[in-house]
């Protein structure tokens, strides 16, 4: 079935650590998304990328870097710049980038904490 | 972006409608008003999206006012499983600030027994 696949399901990360989050989608979707959510409140856009080896910052991309290397690839790395980490991060992508009348779809997140 | 303002929670009887308000005041002509639910630890699923017209599809109907300002999502007969945070969300038009769209708290809706 096609879909987004995202990986690990939880991750827990050391102080001064960087973690790479995986999302993978075999939809053939040109534009790829990455929020976090924290709990109890909605989706924060961190970064998004409209084709290969593109990407533009979201409303809270400090602390975090992607690369679009591959269409159907678009890792997240939550570097130890990032101070307050621990959140639900979920990957999405869309068929045309920017287009209003293309609904996003979402994997199921990874759960991110910090030991 | 246009934002949303949703109520913060809503019950529902089982086996009755779900009518679930949107304000988006401040929509632009060329955006898309957009439904998606999210059930606990798991990503959003989209529903349904309209620009001006209703729109109706197997999950839901969604009705938007004549003037863009808001819109309502209807569960027509809803269940148990619908339990879940609605979010409502407008999207931008093509081409400008092109993949961002803004997701509120959302309405938490419970359906009870």
């Known amino acids: 079935d096609g879909g987004i696949t995202q990986s690990p399901k939880y991750l827990f990360r050391k102080e001064g650590q960087n973690v790479t989050l995986s999302c993978e989608q075999n939809?053939?979707?040109?534009?790829m998304y990455w929020y976090r959510q924290d709990p109890g409140q909605g989706l924060r856009l961190i970064y998004y990328s409209q084709i290969v080896n593109d990407f533009q910052k979201g409303d809270i991309a400090e602390g975090y870097s992607v690369s679009r290397e591959k269409k159907e690839s678009f890792p997240l790395t939550v570097t130890s710049a990032q101070k307050n980490p621990t959140a639900f991060y979920l990957c999405?992508?869309?068929?045309?980038?920017?287009?209003?009348?293309?609904?996003?779809?979402f994997g199921d997140g990874t759960r991110l904490s910090i030991l | 972006d246009a934002k949303t303002t949703q109520p913060p929670s809503m019950d529902c009887a089982e086996g009755r409608a779900a009518n679930l308000p949107c304000n988006h005041s401040?929509?632009?002509?060329?955006?898309?008003v957009y439904w998606y639910r999210q059930i606990h630890s798991q990503g959003p699923q989209y529903i349904i999206h309209?620009?001006?017209n209703n729109e109706t599809n197997e999950m839901a109907s969604l009705i938007i006012t004549e003037d863009r300002k808001s819109s309502t999502l209807i569960l027509p007969h809803a269940t148990l499983r619908d339990t879940a945070v609605y979010y409502c969300?407008?999207?931008?038009?093509?081409?400008?600030?092109?993949?961002?769209?803004?997701f509120g708290d959302g309405t938490t809706l419970t359906v009870k027994p």
């Open positions: 401040t929509i632009s002509g060329n955006e898309y």
């Open positions: 309209g620009l001006k």
């Open positions: 939809l053939n979707h040109d534009a």
């Open positions: 969300i407008v999207r931008p038009a093509l081409n400008t600030n092109a993949g961002k769209s803004t």
């Open positions: 999405a992508s869309s068929i045309i980038p920017g287009s209003g009348d293309q609904p996003q779809h």
